[in-house]
Nanobody
Framework: QVQLVESGGGLVQAGGSLRLSCAAS????????MGWFRQAPGKDREFVAG????????DYAAFVKGRFTVSRDNAKNTVYLHMNSLKPEDTAVYYC??????????????WGKGTLVTVSS
């Protein structure tokens, strides 16, 4: 089993920045691809970013490319999402995800409980 705990969400003004963290525990968490999804009110959960086991390969949704950066520190059992130039439409609950697969996270094995990001205009 793997447990995920997100942190770093909050209220920020448009144009601002936040860094989300996801702390993972469990014996084999570092063998999983990791990443982030988000779910805005009234909308489906959507893929945001993914990072490979070694942290070298990444993938991003088109709507965050150039603004968000995903990274992981296996020594700290943590994956990060650095969010810059935030927009009101980025408001959502952000979920950490692990998959025993690839960075596109199409078959997520574990989910965190989420952290709320609110961007004010």
């Amino acid at each position: 089993q793997v447990q995920l705990v997100e942190s770093g969400g909050g209220l920020v003004q448009a144009g601002g920045s936040l860094r989300l963290s996801c702390a993972a525990s469990g014996r084999t968490w570092s063998t999983y691809a990791m990443g982030w999804f988000r779910q805005a009110p009234g909308k489906d959960r959507e893929f945001v970013a993914g990072v490979s086991i070694d942290g070298i390969y990444t993938d991003y949704a088109a709507f965050v490319k150039g603004r968000f950066t995903v990274s992981r520190d296996n020594a700290k059992n943590t994956v990060y999402l650095h969010m810059n130039s935030l927009k009101p439409e980025d408001t959502a609950v952000y979920y950490c995800a692990l998959e025993n697969g690839n960075i596109y996270l199409t078959r997520v094995d574990y989910w965190g409980k989420g952290t709320l990001v609110t961007v004010s205009s």
